[in-house]
């Protein structure tokens, strides 16, 4: 059996929704993916009983892949980090909620957060504002086997999430440890300041300083901008300042060797790119026929 699992984000819309998003990862000969339950920019979401969810599930077992490499990422809006604003906090918390609801009613149980921006009030009290949410909603939602994965943040704006060791004090804060989980993302690491170039140094920085038992995903996207630049600029495999080697060695550790893996990458002419970057960090034969 295939042990590298591997896809991309995929869209959710009419008329087949979740049912159209397994179809399209097929498509690019996938065995994982990504999608949102709805827009990501806003809150709006159309009833999840007409997603197709119980279709998509059928296909997904047909097609041997497991419910632990379908990911759900939650609307980008969320910020739970917010300490100047109570009314975005709450709304945040009641955002969240619902998405963990919606993942539950789906089948799934990873859903992938941005851990949200201090607004400038240092991040320290964002981070202790988040840990708030977190464990408001995670008792709100106790009945629940969703799994709520921190992303880790290129350190754009405001950004907290940034550091390992943040990401860590998060996981810390949490009360309900079976709930926390994390999601590397390789180009928000090295926009971040982290050299993915030295692979296994790295993999051990994140087991001591983490624990590699927290991590259940990962973003592979290149970056755009050289390592440190807190920019958070996607690139597609092998065209960015990581480079295919790095990006198809980290892909490829055997620490992660049971997690799945997502391309966030551009599109190029309008055209999703993900068919052939799945293929080629499979084979670990870099495409320079791409662009």
């Not at 089948?107 to 992938?112: P, Q, T």
Request: hydrophobic share 40%; proline share 3%.
């Amino acid at each position: 059996m295939d042990k590298f699992y591997i896809g991309s984000h995929v869209d959710n819309k009419a008329p087949n929704f979740v049912l159209g998003s397994v179809k399209e990862a097929l498509s690019y000969g996938a065995n994982a993916l990504m999608f949102y339950t709805g827009a990501p920019q806003n809150s709006y979401r159309r009833p999840v009983s007409e997603l197709k969810g119980e279709e998509a599930l059928a296909l997904l077992k047909e097609n041997n892949i497991s419910l632990d490499n379908v990911i759900v990422h939650a609307p980008y809006i969320i910020n739970l980090a917010n300490a100047v604003k109570p009314d975005i906090f709450d709304v945040s918390l009641r955002v969240l909620i619902d998405e963990i609801r919606r993942v539950d009613y789906l089948g799934y149980h990873k859903l992938v957060l941005h851990p949200g921006s201090h607004v400038n009030m240092g991040a320290d009290i964002g981070i202790s504002k988040l840990i708030e949410g977190l464990n408001k909603v995670i008792e709100e939602t106790k009945d629940s086997k969703v799994i709520i994965l921190i992303e880790t943040m290129a350190g754009k704006g405001s950004e907290i999430g940034i550091t390992l060791e943040q990401v860590r004090h998060i996981i810390d804060g949490v009360y309900d440890k079976s709930r926390i989980g994390v999601c590397l993302d390789t180009c928000h690491l090295s926009d971040a300041g982290y050299d993915l170039s030295d692979t296994d140094g790295m993999v051990q920085k994140i087991d001591e300083i983490i624990g590699l038992n927290y991590v259940m995903a990962i973003h592979i996207n290149d970056s755009k901008n050289p390592q440190g630049a807190h920019k958070d600029r996607h690139e597609n495999i092998g065209y960015g300042m990581i480079g295919f080697d790095t990006l198809s060695k980290f892909a490829h550790h055997k620490a992660f060797e049971n997690i799945p893996k997502i391309l966030e990458t551009p599109y190029i002419n309008e055209k999703a790119p993900y068919k052939e970057e799945i293929k080629a960090l499979r084979d670990n034969i870099f495409n320079n026929t791409l662009k």
